[in-house]
T-cell receptor, first 111, second 116 residues
Framework: EDKVVQSPLSLVVHEGDTVTLNCSYE??????LLWYKQEKKAPTFLFML????IEKKSGRLSSILDKKELFSILNITATQTGDSAIYLC???????????FGTGTRLQVTL | SAVISQKPSRDICQRGTSLTIQCQVD?????MFWYRQQPGQSLTLIAT?????????ESGFVIDKFPISRPNLTFSTLTVSNMSPEDSSIYLC?????????????FGEGSRLTVL
């Protein structure tokens, strides 16, 4: 059975801190790994990673994949209260865009 | 990208009743999916809605409980049948946008169902 595990489950930081969220996976057929941000109900797409060692970056957020060790990290620098959300990691394991999601990391950024 | 509208946004339902959730996309899409997110849990794929044929259900989900329609490339419905409190969840419609990468999903705002 495909499995995606995220850590930590929750995290509280002060505004301005840097955080690292972890995602490890065990799947039979890896195609890509994706990160989503869920603030209320609808997850919004952040990154898709397919190749090891190539960092994807968008503003204060960045992510990298290690296909040998089967994990990815999501970094957020200079956190802001607007970064407070659940961050979901998902793995695409087939040709039909079906995703297996992790349980998410709940990030709370305080003033 | 794709703009996805879901209705209802939320509802409170009585045990034993059924509710149909609608998903409308602003462009024609090939791949459309229905996910469930139970309280405190992550997203679980219920089924892939196939245009013009029966939906493809994931392990643990059956057509009698979650009938799905997909009459065209922009619209789908998910019915939650004979509801019980365990069906209280957020139900999310998602699509791969035209020209989008395989696996890059866009989600509707979700339908939060509470079953009493």
């Amino acid at each position: 059975e495909d499995k995606v595990v995220q850590s930590p489950l929750s995290l509280v930081v002060h505004e301005g801190d840097t955080v690292t969220l972890n995602c490890s996976y065990e799947v039979t057929n890896f195609r890509s790994l994706l990160w989503y941000k869920q603030e209320k109900k609808a997850p919004t797409f952040l990154f898709m990673l397919t190749s090891s060692g190539i960092e994807k970056k968008s503003g204060r957020l960045s992510s990298i994949l290690d296909k040998k060790e089967l994990f990815s990290i999501l970094n957020i620098t200079a956190t802001q209260t607007g970064d407070s959300a659940i961050y979901l990691c998902a793995v695409n394991t087939g040709t039909a865009s079906k995703l297996t999601f992790g349980t998410g990391t709940r990030l709370q950024v305080t003033l | 990208s794709a703009v996805i509208s879901q209705k209802p946004s939320r509802d409170i339902c009585q045990r034993g009743t059924s509710l149909t959730i609608q998903c409308q996309v602003d462009s024609q899409v090939t791949m459309m999916f229905w996910y469930r997110q139970q309280p405190g849990q992550s997203l679980t794929l219920i089924a892939t809605a196939n245009q013009g044929s029966e939906a493809t259900y994931e392990s643990g989900f059956v057509i009698d409980k979650f009938p799905i329609s997909r009459p065209n490339l922009t619209f789908s419905t998910l019915t939650v049948s004979n509801m019980s409190p365990e069906d209280s969840s957020i139900y999310l419609c998602s699509v791969v946008a035209p020209g989008g990468y395989t696996g890059e999903l866009f989600f509707g705002e979700g339908s939060r169902l509470t079953v009493l």
